[in-house]
């Protein structure tokens, strides 16, 4: 028997990288796990390890004695181990779901490791999930409040370049073996059939434009947010498979999920903020035709600050006029 495909959803968080998943999670050949975490948090650190202590052993001006793993096992060997871990986590996924020929496994830091992820397992498709970085920033300062307060950002600026950041990253997967697609969170919105097209194209499965239609009416944005549960197509296994709890997901998960609802509230100053932290990956992106968004309050500060200069050299310029006058008054 075939082993399943491994694809992976990435983008920063607070994209719609669970929408996403949920939707596709909806096919019979797709299975696909709560977020796993397995890329980042476990065969990162121990790619790093062995790197380092090979980069070590190879150092020779010191004198470093010769162990470590890499004088037990060598490059393919190591490898092979981390691709045996992932493999394992496949096969568990896929049982869950015996239709399955593909384990979707979306976690949005995978996204900072798409190199690890490609020594370990070369094969893998990406799917990445690209959303108005203004409504990703507004979003993690809202999830700072509630159940992100671990990974987001609170302040505006920081928000901007955790998204900049992850987006670019996540770029890195561009001609990736396995296949790689950009699937817009406003296409969702727009043109949800479309959009799921070509990312079940990414998982190598066929899907009808009603079987898209049925799903999206299934997975509503809204529909999975009054709710407040984990979506039913996202498997849940493993040591805490009897736990209800894994199928609720926290306050404040969801928000409105609209497009465009950064504007709701931003001035100038936060509009400003934003555009000088990742301004130009938004105009890369399509978001903006230039920077001009800013508004006129650019202009504005622009001028305020000439005209603060302007009157703080004026105020120099009277102050050692006076400061003469009382010199010659005292002659």
């Known amino acids: 028997m075939t082993a399943p495909r491994l694809v992976l959803i990435v983008g920063s968080p607070r994209s719609g990288t669970t929408w996403l998943q949920s939707l596709l999670g909806a096919h019979p050949a797709v299975a696909t796990p709560q977020e796993t975490d397995l890329f980042r948090l476990y065969l990162q650190p121990l790619a790093d390890a062995w790197d380092k202590q090979v980069a070590d052993l190879r150092d020779t001006t010191g004198h470093r004695r010769r162990k470590g793993l890499p004088t037990v096992l060598d490059r393919d060997q190591f490898d092979a181990l981390g691709r045996q871990f992932v493999a394992t986590m496949i096969d568990s996924v896929a049982r869950q779901k015996t239709t399955a020929t593909v384990v979707l496994e979306k976690s949005p830091a995978n996204g900072l490791c798409t190199d690890v992820i490609q020594r370990f397992w070369p094969e893998a498709g990406f799917i990445h999930v690209v959303r108005d970085g203004r409504d990703v920033a507004a979003s993690l300062m809202a999830a700072s409040q509630s159940f992100g307060r671990d990974f987001a950002p609170p302040d505006l600026t920081r928000a901007a370049r955790m998204w900049k950041q992850r987006v670019i990253r996540a770029r890195e997967a561009v001609d990736a073996p396995g296949g790689y697609a950009e699937i817009r969170y406003e296409a969702l919105h727009t043109d949800g059939v479309a959009a799921l097209q070509r990312a079940h194209a990414v998982c190598g499965v066929e899907v009808s434009e009603d079987d898209c239609t049925?799903?999206?009416?299934?997975?509503?944005?809204?529909?999975?947010?009054?709710?407040?549960?984990?979506?039913?197509?996202?498997?849940?296994?493993?040591?805490?498979?009897?736990?209800?709890?894994?199928?609720?997901?926290?306050?404040?998960?969801?928000?409105?999920?609209?497009?465009?609802?950064?504007?709701?509230?931003?001035?100038?100053?936060?509009?400003?903020?934003?555009?000088?932290?990742?301004?130009?990956?938004?105009?890369?992106?399509?978001?903006?035709?230039?920077?001009?968004?800013?508004?006129?309050?650019?202009?504005r500060a622009h001028r305020t600050r000439r005209l603060v200069h302007s009157g703080a050299h004026k105020l120099r310029n009277l102050a050692a006029r006076l400061e003469a006058m009382s010199a010659d008054s005292l002659r």
């Open 214 to 299: 049925r799903a999206l009416e299934r997975f509503s944005f809204d529909g999975m947010a009054s709710s407040g549960a984990v979506a039913d197509s996202i498997i849940t296994g493993g040591e805490f498979s009897s736990d209800d709890r894994t199928r609720v997901e926290p306050e404040g998960f969801f928000r409105k999920g609209v497009v465009g609802g950064w504007r709701d509230g931003w001035q100038f100053e936060q509009r400003n903020a934003f555009d000088a932290a990742a301004g130009d990956l938004l105009v890369e992106l399509g978001y903006e035709p230039d920077r001009s968004w800013v508004g006129s309050g650019r202009a």
